[in-house]
């Protein structure tokens, strides 16, 4: 469905700590994944993707995880850093240009 | 390679005027999208453009529309401007072929309806 933003769900972690941000998705017949990642005053940067025909995949210190049988993605970031700390999204390609995102997650990373 | 790049950064209008934003999607890219961001909705999907054909539309009202010239560079417009309509206005180019590619977003458009 549509996003949602009230209420961003947040993640604190401590510098070092593995980070495990979480995403449902709502439409089954998507192909395709991304996470984005949104610092503040600036628009979302491209993380990874996924296609529907892979459950893993993994980037440089990021690792998204596809579960199609709940509808589920998780991104998976390693030794968490300052500079990791954003509003993440997860989106879902549906057809031709339109992305559904989802509703976004904080991640505060603590020195 | 240049990124997708959007102007103004920063606009303020009044309730009934008229808006028009601009997007330079990266270069090679023929696919501009057009989402609004704002705090209550979150990121949602106005339209798409490629080759000069809308090919997808979001659910919003005639106010919003859009184009896209030969060298894809892409405009949208707001009419009738209301206090609703204040939000950040993002563009994302993508090449638009074959199998998926992602979305490359620009830094938006602030804008604010007084």
């Known amino acids: 469905g549509e996003s949602v933003g009230l209420h961003l769900p947040t993640l604190s972690v401590q510098e070092g700590d593995n980070s495990i941000i979480n995403c449902a998705y709502s439409n089954s017949a998507s192909d395709y994944f991304i996470w984005y990642k949104q610092e503040s005053g600036k628009g979302p940067q491209f993380i990874i993707d996924i296609r529907s025909n892979m459950d893993k995949r993994q980037g440089q210190r990021v690792t998204v995880l596809l579960n199609k049988t709940v509808k589920h993605l998780s991104l998976q970031i390693a030794a968490t850093q300052p500079g990791d700390s954003a509003v993440y999204f997860c989106?879902?390609?549906?057809?031709?240009?339109?992305?559904?995102f989802g509703q976004g997650t904080i991640l505060t990373v603590h020195p | 390679k240049a990124g997708v790049t959007q102007t103004p950064r920063y606009l303020i209008k009044t309730r009934g005027q008229q808006v028009t934003l601009s997007c330079s999607p990266i270069s090679g890219h023929r696919s501009v999208s057009w989402y609004q961001q704002t705090p209550g909705q979150g990121l949602q999907f106005l339209f798409e453009y490629f080759s000069e054909t809308q090919r997808n539309k979001g659910n919003f009202p005639g106010r919003f529309s859009g184009r896209q010239f030969s060298n894809s560079r892409s405009e949208m417009n707001v009419s009738t401007l209301e206090l609703g309509d204040s939000a950040l206005y993002l563009c994302?180019?993508?090449?638009?072929?074959?199998?998926?590619?992602?979305?490359?977003f620009g830094d938006g458009t602030r804008l604010s309806i007084l």
């Open positions: 994302a180019s993508s090449r638009g072929t074959g199998d998926n590619q992602p979305q490359h």
């Open positions: 989106a879902e390609n549906m057809n031709y240009g339109k992305l559904t």
